[in-house]
């Protein structure tokens, strides 16, 4: 069964640096998403992606946060100067109809 | 604004004895009504999805779920708990076609042996 896998599993930074996190969604899916999980607190939307631009965003992407599917198949999430509140696990997400496929998620810990 | 509340934070059951884990969504609309599992540093996995058909929706597992429109739930069961079912669950309401979901606070099983 086709699914949604991330990469990296885990990373660590140091405050203000850049990380990259990457999705590869379900391949004939055409709406993609981010969510982040902060330790013990829900998981919460970031952002969906539509047609190769944002078609919705939450309070909590700010201009620290940008996506973008740079081939076709991977849909990157990026956190130019990372703070230490990024800490969290992020998921991505690819839709088909109604349904939303999480991938196994990416734990950021930002030092 | 869409909201889902899980009633409980943390539920303990006994295994091999019933499990229910309780949401209510807010009342627009017709909406779509979904439960994924989180087991330990592991994703989101769906369980099961209610989509406007049957009220009453099997999923994996041996989990059910109905859809009762009067009472705006869609409380989650299971006959018989297994250990393997702890795990961290959570409630998902979407109001167009998935575009936006919205999750509760989810609800922490523990199945105690």
């Known amino acids: 069964e086709p699914e949604v896998t991330q990469t990296p599993s885990h990373q660590v930074t140091q405050m203000g640096q850049e990380v990259i996190l990457r999705c590869v969604p379900i391949?004939?899916?055409?709406?993609f998403y981010w969510y982040r999980q902060i330790l013990g607190q829900k998981v919460e939307f970031l952002v969906s992606f539509y047609n190769n631009e944002i078609s919705e965003k939450s309070e909590i992407f700010d201009d620290q946060f940008s996506v973008e599917r740079p081939d076709g198949s991977n849909f990157t999430l990026k956190i130019r100067s990372t703070k230490l509140e990024d800490s969290a696990m992020y998921f991505c997400?690819?839709?088909?109809?109604?349904?939303?496929?999480f991938g196994p998620g990416t734990r950021l810990l930002v030092l | 604004a869409q909201s889902v509340t899980q009633l409980d934070s943390h539920v303990s059951v006994s295994e091999g004895t019933p499990v229910l884990l309780r949401c209510n969504y807010s009342s627009s609309y017709s909406p779509s009504l979904f439960w994924y599992v989180q087991h330990p540093n592991k994703g989101l996995q769906l369980l099961l999805k209610y989509t406007s058909a049957a009220t009453l929706v099997k999923g994996i597992n041996g989990f059910e779920a109905e859809f009762k429109k009067s009472e705006t739930s869609f409380h989650l069961t299971k006959p018989s708990a297994h250990m393997s079912d702890a795990a961290e669950y959570f409630c998902?309401?979407?109001?167009?076609?998935?575009?936006?979901?919205?999750f509760g606070p989810g609800t922490r099983l523990s199945v105690l042996p």
């Open positions: 391949s004939n899916h055409l709406y």
């Open positions: 997400a690819s839709r088909t109809v109604e349904t939303q496929y």
């Open positions: 998902v309401v979407t109001y167009n076609y998935g575009q936006n979901f919205v």
